[in-house]
């Protein structure tokens, strides 16, 4: 079956979206867990493409290829989101790329191998296009996923099996750069890209929100940049919406909203590392 190309994870109700099927009480492996407060691990191993196994594929599919210099059908954005707010016991996840994707077995397999369940499933049509829909917990404890490197193995699997069930989708992906049939257009710039915001979200937590150029590993990255300042992080949502990456995170600082000073550090922070340049350690 086909992989999603937009992936999401989240629960809401829509009285405008058709329900096209359901699947309950999947026996696939998948799991996303973030529990309160601090509940994403301060580990400094970065993900690679090599831990999923992302593979470079050979042949666009027939919806993209060029006429006249033309696409013969537009590529829609792909869209991957992990919600960690709205289910207390799983990870949600929800992945739109049109109306081009199928049940998604194939990406449910691949999740399964990752040592999760698929506890639920389904999917509904609105405007935008079909929306595949999953809740995960981890095999071995029926919880949520946590661990930061798990989320973004989670992500990077879906992204894996889009670039290889939909390679059209590889020009709407940062990943497609490098893993896809052909790269993107045009190069996000990762200075003008960068947005970071903190504000207040009541007494005890801060809303940190973030938007920057997608890459490998950035899910683990952010959650290892606010930790090390001591802050933490409670639950949050992480979507990928073609080249970008934008994320929302319920933050404290020893169980109380952030103070304007610690805001300030830690959005600096954050614009200091996603936009500095990548360097290998190696190189030195």
């Known amino acids: 079956m086909a992989s999603a190309a937009n992936c999401a994870v989240y629960f809401s109700s829509n009285i405008n979206c058709l329900t096209v099927f359901e699947i309950k009480n999947h026996s696939l492996p998948a799991t996303f867990v973030i529990r309160q407060p601090n509940t994403f691990g301060r580990r400094s191993v970065r993900l690679t493409s090599s831990t999923i196994g992302i593979n470079p594929r050979a042949a666009p ?11 013969l059908d537009t590529v829609p954005t792909p869209k991957v989101i992990i919600d960690q707010d709205s289910d207390p016991d799983a990870t949600v996840v929800e992945i739109t790329f049109g109306d081009r994707l199928g049940a998604l077995l194939d990406t449910m397999n691949a999740l399964k191998s990752l040592g999760l369940n698929v506890t639920k ?4 049509l609105d405007s935008t296009g079909k929306h595949n829909k999953f809740s995960i917990t981890k095999a071995s404890t029926g919880r949520k996923v946590e661990d930061p490197e798990l989320l973004e193995a989670i992500r990077l699997t879906i992204i894996n099996n889009l670039l290889q069930y939909h390679p059209e989708s590889s020009s709407q992906l940062a990943m497609g750069a490098t893993f896809g049939v052909e790269p993107p257009k045009e190069k996000v710039d990762v200075d003008i890209a960068t947005h970071v915001r903190v504000r207040d ?11 920057t150029a997608d890459r490998p590993g950035l899910l683990v990255d952010l959650v290892k940049i606010i930790t090390d300042i001591n802050i933490a992080v409670e639950s949050g949502e992480f979507d990928t ?6 994320a929302t995170f ?15 550090v830690l959005s600096n922070s954050l614009r200091y590392f996603l936009r500095r340049p990548s360097t290998e350690e190696a190189s030195f």
Do not use: C, M, W
């Open 250 to 264: 319920h933050v404290n600082y020893k169980g109380k909203a952030l103070i304007k000073p610690l805001q300030q």
């Open 61 to 71: 599919s027939a919806t993209a290829v060029e006429n006249d210099g033309s696409l």
């Open 121 to 124: 499933a389904n999917v509904y």
């Open 201 to 211: 979200d009541g007494p005890d937590r801060s809303l940190l929100f973030v938007e």
């Open 241 to 246: 919406e073609g080249l970008l990456a934008k």
